[in-house]
């Protein structure tokens, strides 16, 4: 009897994260504040249908959620693109991996002083996100609006310090991604992610460049490395790349904000 009350307890314990008491399944997701928890909780009222109960906890902080994951205070989080999460995986040691795309978020330039890419002067100071990964993306952006060139095959590890032409001279200034968007009011341009600019009420369509579909810097679901198969957040994945969510997205965001699926 003592053998068979370990076996079940155990199997309970194992269970326990999937197994809520009423019945349903539940998945604790972990993302940022603004579209990104919007259009999860239309998924998690989709999937709520189908005995998924969706448990949402939004952060402000980049570097939380996946520790948070790590930790097993999440079981899935959806806020961060492909070269982030090597990034953090590469730095912190996580054993954690992508299990499906899920929206572009485009990073667009914006300005309250210029009205055009041309208008940008010479010496004009120039934000960009502090971290790693989306500051190698706003480079990118500032290149391919032909403000500035790389150096050849640096890609996703770009830097300040890997500008091999800046004709404008511009000064770039490496902040934290919430601050980008106060940043405006001081600096003469800022590369924004789109889900800061819409919670700054900025209008993505006022960016004087903007990312396009064609983009790779597109969203992932990412799990621990053990639950890569686990059948409740291969299901949940499902119910959020349908079409009902993909109307909803491209209606609510008004094209903003782009599927991959």
């Known amino acids: ?3 068979k ?6 199997a309970l314990a194992a269970l326990s994260a999937f197994s809520p008491a ?5 998945v604790r997701i972990g993302t940022t504040a603004g579209p990104y928890a919007e259009i999860l909780r239309y998924a998690g009222d989709l999937a709520a249908k189908q005995g998924i109960e969706l448990k949402i906890t939004e952060f402000t ?7 948070a994951l790590a930790q097993d205070d999440l079981d899935i989080n959806n806020f961060q693109h492909q070269p982030y999460l090597d990034n953090q995986v590469a730095q912190r040691g996580y054993d954690i991996v992508s ?16 009205k055009t890419i041309a208008d940008i002067k010479d010496g004009a100071t120039a934000a960009i996100p502090n971290d790693p990964s989306n500051g190698a993306r706003a480079l990118q952006l500032f290149e391919k609006a032909g403000l500035i060139k790389l150096k050849p095959g640096i890609g996703i590890k770009a830097t300040p310090a890997d ?17 980008l968007p106060r940043s ?14 819409l919670s700054a009420g900025l209008d993505p369509k006022s960016a004087l460049v903007l990312e396009g579909a064609d983009t790779h810097w597109n969203l992932v679901f990412a799990v621990r490395a053990k639950n890569k198969d ?5 299901k949940f994945v499902e119910i959020y790349r349908s079409p009902e969510v993909k109307a909803f997205t491209e209606k609510r965001f008004n094209g903003s904000i782009l599927t991959t699926w």
Not at 189 to 195: G, M
Request: charged share 20%; glycine share 2%.
């Open 1 to 3: 009897m003592t053998r």
């Open 5 to 10: 009350f370990a076996f079940a307890a155990a």
């Open 22 to 26: 009423w019945g349903n399944e539940v």
């Open 61 to 67: 902080d980049y570097t939380v959620p996946n520790a």
């Open 99 to 114: 299990i499906a795309k899920s929206i572009i978020v485009p990073i667009g330039i914006y300005s309250n002083k210029v």
């Open 163 to 179: 500008i091999a032409e800046n004709p404008k001279k511009l000064k770039f200034v490496e902040l934290d991604a919430a601050q």
């Open 184 to 197: 405006l009011n001081d600096l003469d341009v800022s590369a924004v992610n789109l889900n800061y600019a």
């Open 230 to 234: 686990n059948p409740t957040l291969k």
